[in-house]
């Protein structure tokens, strides 16, 4: 049950962090229970700015903490700005209240099931020191009802959570949960003040009265709903909150809010001092805490979906299971965040587990590859495939070979071996590398992946000093880094030969929807600046890439820009059912050389086509034009296809509609995904030989047949922009961003990628865009530093826990300049006999990144319902063989996640959701394609984001604050129609604005008088000069700036029926199309586990 | 004789028409015993300044199957404004218009001396000609430059609103469009794909009538040059444009390794013109001008691989059967070739290059739709630029010397068929009463198809009597012969040629004499030269040798005086004393003997021989030699290796060469500088004298001739001594003791030896069957 207080604890963490580490280890529940609550709190507070709940926790905690008190006053307003909701309007409240009235129902069961007992705080709490532990651990307790559970088993019943103590004063903020809405200020401080006592229970009535009158207010915007529900909840809620607390069970109705309010109680006072949001922040503080798994109350029961029959718990309402208190993935960054971000990650530890990738750290490279380039789902691996299987825990590495690195990172040195190249072990040719043993006075040395002995040549001979390693090991990038480059010799190039450097093609359509549409106009203005910043290599003047034009509707133009034109010269070619290249001088040229008739073209090319009427397009030929050309000119390259429309002018690849939504959920619903014809496979593969990787700029109206024409993008390494029903005016910038981005970003041409490993284990599965020829050696025409490639190990022998485990990523390129080069990252893991190591060590962003990709990639043989299906098992297994082998037994209705899983249900059911895997009536078939090729080569940032997108909320933090608010939670309830929120997923960005906005806030952010004045679908911000709209529209520029694609911004207000469309990315709530809520999958989560254990 | 000479001379002058035999036979049985066939050479388009077309049409024979059009042989009735037909005999009403007709009124039709004349059709919209130059651009720079500047200037020579194309071609065939401003675009397409008249006209874009166009202007005649319009434009619109498209137009760019040929895709880029025009404009006037500098290397048509270690195929090589692509390839062009003349276009063929490009192969494009064939070392020539400077030549109206799109039509009285012609003509498969069973070159037909012809082009066209023997023509009767040609004259007008001869019949056994002095030698010899040439296209140069000599043993039996067994009996009246000696050269001609000619050479005579007409024809079959000496004024000498003697200078014309010879002596006055000497100013005269006749014969001939000046012990010389007699050899020079004449190094026999054998064979009692 506790579970939730994963979500909670957050806040808290920041400050813990070095607690924590202390926690994981030890074992939760004992010592929480055990230790005193107050000081861990301390550790809490610290962390937590982002949430506001902390005062209700904080109240309920607060005594402990006395000094908190003061804080939690403070807190309060904090708390506020963290949740929309609470912030400023209780009106406000009302609403979201009403979101969550619905829920109860739901939730009800679950509380029933819950009841009880539980929590369990599971041992796992590893990570953390273990003093800081106990204070923690009790923190949580506290927060979660989970601690309580250990002690005061009894507040278990409130939510199902256990804290006891914390039940308490969980129910106290239980009510605030319920309230949402009451806490808002005036109540908030009067908690502040009662955190002491037992004020739970007033405050839980001032919530109530609050949350009451709320819900009038919130009538209109959920009227029937949440009139009833709410009432009906609340008030039970509130009297009961505190009963809950204390006889869990029939508190249920408090549970919800307990759980909520539960954490919050304890850490608030610690974190009170520091920071609001607490009821999170309980949660949060517990889950977080990495170390311990998080305990799920049974009693979810509730979670009707499910079916499990709660508890009869009398209350039904109340059973529900409180959001506050499931695991919270904010709280969750927030706290690696606070933990993690301040000091360097220095990689010389092997089988260390990097900060999540949303926490922003400095890399030290000391000998293993930085993260950004690899990370793994585990860090420990489990020495016997029996092991492993037992786990079901994926082992895979997701790599990104060529990452780019923060200015402040140095790019790996590139080192240069002469004629004779990369030393390297005869027999399993891995690469020189820190881990080679040199042996017999440096004279040998003996490979670590094969343990092969081999000769030293006499060139690179270097004595040893005493402890065995070579002298001048710190002077050579091989020896000491984990990622370095060597310069290849020409036995590493194709035909033995240097390779010409790369050339770029820009094929155009000017069919007459892309002329229509003004996307030739667009984009050939833009080429002539962007023709500029063509990627160069270190301080080059100017690009060695070569550039070539070619527009095409039913036939092929290529066009002569022979600097010694004076004016292009165009040649047609239409025999596209045997495409050929019509020239060879001229064609492909130097910029800086051709400028003037490059610039003449692009001037005239919108002309020529101005009054085209033709519609009807190629694809196959274009791309084989393009390969053609490169093949022609002896070099690798990319090709940037701006293309409209379905080709099915009489052509090779001609396609034919056939877009049906009727095999949705049928057996046949994969054939959406496949190609229709294998003529693209072909066609890619010759690019590939060619090294001629494939971008694709669609600009479609209608069906396209994403999933064909993403064929060769996809096997040559290249990228898919999508762009529908395309207008200059409104995705001009988004695209042209892409376009400037995708042309300027620095590639690798022509690669050859292979994963060597120790033996023991094997990579045995790739996901990516990329060509596979053989079983080893991952083919890429191009690469650029997006692009990631997942690679998943399985065992072939035994491992030992002393040598652990290698990985040698080798990556053989041509560098933007035409040089080639074997970029080479290393990375050593550690190897465990206990299963409970495994555990500790995982990555759950990367495991994601791997399901998503592991089911995304399923969709293409098998129905759907089969891979979401498999998804579910396989993470019940996985958290089952937890719940078994590794967390400390408790009851069965428990539900106890490892530490550094507790994310993974609703990550899971994050990806269960995603358009690909159910898609709601919206989404076409091409968005599901497209969707799909994308998340195969994204890296654990972009999955994680894509997921579970960021949830911002704007007005609540002061204007003068300019960090970055705190994320909320992606649920509707975290929503205040006072508030304005951002929400991002690295492919979409929304700016929400509730009904009830101040008219100040609309007026100097949109620059209209008033909500109802705001356009909907508006997607820029007026540029005023007012804190509120730099600061907003500075926000969205750093936003835009993480992501590898332009977001395009989407205004939504509340009520609009644009909103419908923001929803599907509240990933927490039950989805349109069907999908889980999260409480409700964490309870469908709850029953696999319990059926596999029993 | 001299009456026939003249007679024939008139006719040739009036009708351009010459006959073998100017007194025909009467039986069928007869005229087959007569050796030489009834013939004639028709030159179609002969120039007539004296004869201006009238400007309304002619009157047909009402008969179906005869339509023959009125003219002087038919019987007029005046009266009741009635004529007969000539050849059917139908009576026909003259048309209202011809009311006012009475014997001191007749139209021009009617009048003995029109027995030639020409109609201009008023019907139909003129449609303007045009010019589509075919490009080749694996060149040499230089020769590139060249023919860029010749074609540039060609457009200055062309109407203003003659239609003009371009393409281009090396290893990619580039279709240029010549009417976009700014960017210059073309239409490429891969050299080694062979397609279709429907997926050029696809690729091009020329199947789908321009729609934003189609609908503003419903009128019909406006929509195909609208269609069109971006390949083919008015020269006055694009001159500029395309002026500088020339300026531009560089080598072909793809790299050529060492060792190999550069690619050229000369089969696809002629099927992508002939397609371009067969889509555009059928059956309007239009030249397909091909310029190429080497053998076509790659895709349909080609000749020859592209490594250059393969040598391009000679005789021997066809003889064994060892030329890989020469059957692929022609059957390529001939496909070509009767595509373009069934839309009415012809197809020219200017090769310069040193070795062999292919004419072969090539040749039935302009032999089949009567195009020029101009064979030269290269673009950078006068031999070049000059004769296609001349191909846009001027008559004294100001028009083209050109005709497009003829279709010739021969009607015949009854008692003769036509058996087929010799030319740059096919045949249109119209069979008629008059169309004989037995086939002459191309026959089977009354009517051919000549798609490009000037007024020069001349036809052998081949009659057969078809009268039984048993039913005699009555004294005096005359049959007649009409050839009725449609053509697009240069003016864009259609006109129409009408000629009609006749000639009496005479009785064999009663009137040998006749026969035999109305035999027209010249006429014969080139009649016959022009049947043994067709039949060399197909059969073994020895198999060709024994027919001619068969033939000639039989003339000489027929029509000789000799006492059986007496060889020195033998004599020949003199209508028939030359025919044995251009018999002798023609079988030494290249149009007969490959030896020491490449397969394109021959080709490329043979191409001229059966276009040319008699005196040219002559001239190639017996070179003309012209002596040049103090010793008188400049004399015709025999051509014969006893007339290069010491003193003289020697001008040979074989029409494609011309060769000015100096003999041993004045080649060393000249090196010693005696021209340059005051005093010996005559030599200096004398010097100049062959030269100024040369530059005569230069300016007037098409195409023009290799000039060779050459001197004794030069080794040009060879032109000269391949072609004279060789009555002195090696073998029999001191035999002959002379001091005069040079000895010829061969074994050829000499006319002497030849002549010896033709009189034993014609007097010996073994007579050739065939």
């Not at chain 1, 485990?805 to 006999?833: E, K, P």
């Not at chain 1, 579970?948 to 933090?957: F, I, N």
């Not at chain 2, 009735?77 to 009576?91: G, I, S, V």
Request: hydrophobic fraction near 35%.
């Amino acid at each position: 049950m506790n579970v939730n207080q994963s979500a909670p604890p957050v806040p808290p963490f920041g400050q813990p962090q070095p607690v924590y580490p202390g926690y994981h280890q030890s074992s939760y529940g004992g010592q929480p229970g055990s230790t005193a609550a107050p000081t861990p709190y301390g550790a809490y507070n610290g962390p937590v700015p982002g949430y506001q709940q902390t005062p209700p926790p904080g109240v309920s905690r607060a005594p402990a903490s006395s000094g908190a008190p003061p804080a939690s006053t403070a807190q309060g307003p904090c708390g506020q700005t963290a949740y929309g909701q609470f912030g400023q309007g209780d009106v406000q409240n009302g609403p979201s209240s009403g979101v969550q009235m619905q829920r109860l129902p739901g939730s009800q069961p679950f509380a029933s099931a819950p009841l009880a007992p539980v929590v369990s705080q599971p041992a796992v709490l590893q990570p953390y020191g273990p003093p800081p532990t106990s204070a923690q651990v009790t923190a949580q307790l506290a927060g979660m009802q989970i601690s309580g559970a250990v002690a005061p088993a009894p507040p278990a019943s409130g939510l199902g959570y256990g804290s006891p103590t914390s039940l308490a004063s969980a129910s106290g903020s239980f009510p605030n949960s319920g309230l949402y809405g009451s806490y808002p200020q005036g109540q908030a401080p009067p908690l502040g003040q009662g955190h002491p006592g037992a004020q739970p229970p007033q405050r839980s009535v001032p919530p109530q009265a609050s949350s009451f009158t709320p819900p009038a207010s919130g009538g209109p915007r959920m009227p029937s709903m949440t009139g009833p529900l709410l009432p009906g909840q609340s008030f039970g809620g509130p009297p009961v909150s505190q009963p809950n607390h204390v006889s869990s069970p029939p508190p249920q109705a408090l549970p919800p809010g307990t759980q909520m309010t539960g954490p919050p109680g304890p850490p608030p006072p610690m974190h009170s001092s520091q920071q609001p949001g607490y009821q999170l922040q309980q949660n949060g503080s517990f889950g977080p805490a990495r170390g311990p798994q998080s305990n799920y109350g049974s009693p979810y029961p509730g979670a009707a979906t499910f079916g499990s029959q709660p508890g009869p718990p009398q209350p039904l309402p109340p059973k529900r299971l409180d959001p506050d208190a499931i695991p919270s993935p904010i709280q969750v960054i927030e706290d690696d965040r606070n933990n993690r971000g301040s000091e360097p990650f220095v990689t010389g530890v092997r089988g260390q587990v990097p900060p999540l990738v949303t926490t922003n750290f400095l890399v030290k490279d000391q000998g293993n590859a930085s993260p950004r380039y690899i990370r793994c789902t585990s860090y420990n691996i489990p020495c016997t495939s029996d092991m492993a299987k037992q786990a079901q825990v994926p082992l895979a590495a997701v790599i990104k070979p060529l990452a780019r690195l923060p200015p402040e990172e140095a790019s790996p040195y590139v080192v240069d071996h002469g004629e004779s190249g990369p030393l390297r072990c005869n027999r399993c040719k891995a690469y020189m590398c820190p881990f080679m043993q040199f042996v017999e006075g440096g004279r040998r040395f003996q490979c670590c992946f094969c343990s092969c002995i081999n000769d030293v040549p006499p060139q690179y001979f270097q004595h040893l000093d005493h402890t065995g390693k070579r002298v001048d090991a710190y002077d050579r990038p091989e020896l000491s880094l984990g990622s370095y480059e060597f310069l290849a010799t020409v036995d590493y190039c194709k035909n033995n030969k240097f390779p010409i450097p790369p050339a770029f093609i820009f094929m155009i359509d000017v069919s007459y929807n892309a002329v229509r549409s003004g996307l030739v106009r667009l984009l050939c203005e833009e080429l002539k600046s962007l023709l500029d910043f063509l990627p160069r290599e270190g301080g080059a003047e100017e690009s060695a890439i070569r550039v070539g034009f070619v527009t095409y509707n039913k036939v092929l133009h290529f066009y002569n820009v022979k600097s010694s034109l004076a004016q292009p010269q165009m040649m047609v070619v239409s025999d596209v059912g045997d495409m050929f290249v019509p020239l060879l001088d001229g064609f492909l040229v130097n910029v800086s050389e051709s400028r003037a008739v490059i610039t003449s073209l692009l001037d005239q090319i919108p002309e020529m086509f101005a009054d085209t009427r033709e519609t009807e397009t190629v694809f196959a030929p274009v791309v084989q034009a393009g390969m053609e050309a490169l093949k022609a000119a002896e070099c690798a390259g990319k090709l940037f296809l701006f293309h409209t429309s379905l080709p099915i002018a009489e052509a090779p690849g001609k396609l034919k509609n056939r877009d049906d939504r009727k095999l949705i959920n049928t057996d046949k619903e994969k054939t959406l995904f496949q190609p229709q014809s294998g003529a693209y496979q072909t066609l890619a593969k010759e690019c590939v030989a060619q090294g001629c990787c494939v971008d694709l700029f669609l600009f479609p109206n209608q069906y396209v047949d994403v999933a064909t024409l993403s064929v060769v993008p996809q096997l040559t390494g290249g990228s898919v922009y999508k762009y529908a029903c395309f207008q200059v005016e409104n995705d001009q910038e988004r695209f042209l961003s892409d376009l400037r981005r995708d042309v300027q970003k620095v590639v690798g041409f022509d690669a050859v990628m292979r994963v060597r490993t120790s033996t023991g284990i094997r990579a045995v599965d790739f996901f990516g865009a990329f060509y596979m020829s053989n079983t080893t050696d991952v083919e890429l025409a191009g690469l650029d530093g997006d692009k990631t490639v997942t690679v998943e190990f399985k065992h072939d022998d035994r491992l030992n826990e002393e040598n652990g485990a290698l990985l040698q990523c080798a990556l053989l390129y041509t560098s933007c300049a035409g040089q080639r080069r074997l970029r080479i990252h290393n990375l050593a893991l550690n190897c465990c006999t206990q299963l409970a190591d495994l555990y500790r060590n995982c990555e759950t962003d990367t495991l994601i990144n791997y399901m998503a990709k592991f089911a995304y990639r399923g969709v293409l043989s098998s129905p759907v319902k089969t891979v979401r299906d498999t998804l579910i098992t396989q993470c019940a297994q996985i958290l089952a063989c937890y719940r078994k082998n590794c967390a400390s037994p408790s009851s069965a209705g428990q539900l106890i996640l490892p530490e550094c899983m507790k994310l993974l249900p609703v990550y899971l059911n994050c990806v269960l959701k995603s358009e690909v895997l159910q898609p709601g009536a919206e989404v076409t078939t091409d968005d599901r394609a497209y969707v799909r090729q994308l998340v195969t080569s994204m890296d654990v940032a972009e999955t994680n984001v894509f997921f579970y997108p960021r949830l911002l909320p704007l007005t609540k933090s002061p204007i003068e604050n300019t960090t970055e608010p705190p994320a909320v939670r992606a649920s509707e309830e975290r929503l205040s129609n006072g508030d304005i929120y951002l929400l991002e997923n690295g492919l979409n960005l929304f700016l929400w604005v509730g009904a009830s906005v101040q008219q100040g806030v609309v007026q100097s952010l949109f620059g209209v008088s008033s909500f109802s004045q705001i356009t909907s679908g508006l997607s820029v911000l007026p540029v005023l000069d007012n804190l509120l709209s730099k600061k907003v529209r500075g926000l969205i520029d750093s936003l835009r700036a993480q992501r590898s694609r332009y977001m395009k911004l989407i205004v939504v207000k509340q009520e609009d029926k644009l909103e419908m469309l923001f929803k599907h990315f509240l990933v927490e709530d039950k989805s349109l199309s069907g999908g889980a809520s999260y409480v409700d999958f964490l309870c469908h989560m709850h029953k696999e586990i319990r059926q596999l254990l029993s | 004789m001299a009456t026939y000479l003249e007679f024939i001379q008139q006719n040739e002058e009036r009708d351009g028409v010459r006959f073998s035999w100017n007194v025909w036979p009467s039986s069928r049985l007869e005229a087959t015993r007569m050796v030489v066939p009834l013939a004639c050479l028709l030159t179609p388009l002969k120039e007539r300044p004296d004869l201006p077309p009238v400007q309304y049409e002619p009157v047909l024979c009402s008969r179906p199957t005869c339509k023959a059009i009125l003219n002087p042989l038919c019987q007029v009735d005046y009266r009741a404004k009635l004529w007969a037909c000539n050849f059917c005999f139908q009576r026909n009403q003259f048309p209202p218009a011809y009311a006012g007709i009475s014997e001191v009124n007749q139209p021009a039709e009617l009048m003995p001396q029109f027995s030639t004349i020409e109609y201009v059709i008023q019907r139909g919209a003129p449609s303007p000609l045009i010019f589509l130059y075919v490009v080749d651009t694996c060149l040499e720079d230089d020769d590139l430059q060249a023919l860029k500047e010749s074609l540039q200037m060609s457009l200055s020579l062309l109407p203003p609103d003659a239609l003009v194309g371009l393409i281009t071609f090396g290893r990619m065939v580039q279709v240029h469009e010549l009417s976009c401003e700014g960017i210059s675009k073309s239409y490429v397409f891969r050299g080694t794909k062979d397609l279709t008249a429907k997926q050029i006209q696809d690729m091009l874009g020329l199947t789908k009538p321009a729609m934003p166009v189609q609908p503003m202007r419903p009128a019909q005649p406006q929509e195909r040059p609208s269609v069109s319009s971006r390949f083919l434009q008015p020269i006055h619109k694009i001159d500029m444009n395309l002026t500088d498209l020339l300026g531009e137009l560089q080598r072909d760019p793809w790299p050529v390794p060492q060792g190999k040929r550069p690619l050229r895709s000369t089969g696809v880029a002629l099927s992508i013109a002939v397609g371009l025009l067969e889509g555009t404009f059928p059956n309007t006037g239009a030249r397909i001008m091909l310029f190429t500098g080497g053998p076509p290397t790659q895709g349909p048509g080609m000749v020859v691989g592209d490594e250059l270690k393969v040598p391009i195929r000679s005789w021997h090589d066809i003889e064994k059967d060892n030329a890989r692509f020469m059957k692929k390839a022609t059957k390529h062009y001939e496909m070509l070739a009767n595509r373009t003349a069934a839309n009415g276009h012809c197809i020219d063929i200017y090769a310069c290059a040193l070795d062999q490009t292919g004419l072969l192969e090539m040749k039935c494009c302009p032999n089949l739709t009567g195009g020029y064939m101009v064979m030269g070392d290269s673009f950078n020539t006068s031999l070049f630029k000059q004769t296609f400077q001349r191909i846009f030549s001027k008559d004294f109206n100001g028009n083209f010397r050109m005709a497009f799109g003829a279709t010739l039509e021969v009607k015949t009285s009854r008692e003769l068929k036509v058996a087929g012609a010799i030319g740059p003509c096919v045949s249109l498969n119209v069979k008629g009463p008059c169309v004989s069973e037995n086939e002459l070159g191309v026959g089977g037909t009354s009517q051919w198809k000549i798609c490009g012809l000037d007024p020069t082009t001349t036809l052998g066209i081949y009659f057969e009597v078809v009268n039984q023997h048993n039913a005699p023509i009555p004294q005096g009767g005359r049959g007649a012969i009409q050839f009725v040609t449609h053509y697009q004259h240069s003016s864009t007008q259609r006109r129409i040629r009408v000629t009609t001869v006749a000639r009496n019949w005479a009785d064999v056994q009663s009137q040998l004499k006749h026969i035999e002095a109305a035999f027209d030698q010249e006429a014969a010899a080139v009649l016959m030269a022009r049947l043994g040439v067709f039949r060399a296209e197909t059969e073994e140069g020895p198999d060709v040798l024994r027919w001619l000599d068969r033939q000639l043993i039989r003339l000489c039996q027929k029509f000789g005086q000799y006492n059986k067994e007496d060889p020195m009996s033998f004599r020949l009246s003199d209508s028939f004393s030359l025919y044995p000696q251009f018999m002798f050269h023609l079988r030494r001609s290249p149009f007969l003997q490959v030896f020491n000619n490449s397969p394109d050479e021959s080709s490329y005579y043979r191409h001229h021989f059966a276009r040319q007409d008699l005196t040219q024809s002559l001239i190639m079959i017996q070179p003309i030699l012209y002596s040049y000496s103090f010793h008188g004024p400049p004399e015709p000498v025999l051509l014969d290796s006893s007339s290069i003697l010491a003193d003289r200078i020697l001008l040979m014309d074989t029409f494609f060469q011309i060769v000015i010879y100096l003999g041993e002596t004045i080649a060393q006055w000249r090196k010693a500088g005696y021209q340059d000497m005051p005093e010996y100013e005559n030599f200096k005269h004398l010097l100049q004298a062959p030269l100024d006749d040369a530059q005569e014969i230069l300016q007037a001939r098409f195409p023009m001739p290799r000039y060779i000046h050459t001197e004794h012990g030069g080794s040009q010389a060879r032109f000269l001594l391949s072609k004279v007699n060789p009555s002195q050899t090696h073998n029999n020079l001191y035999a002959w003791g002379q001091e005069t004449g040079a000895p010829i190094l061969t074994d050829d026999v000499s006319l002497q030896v030849f002549m010896d054998h033709l009189k034993k064979l014609a007097v010996s009692k073994i007579m050739c069957s065939c």
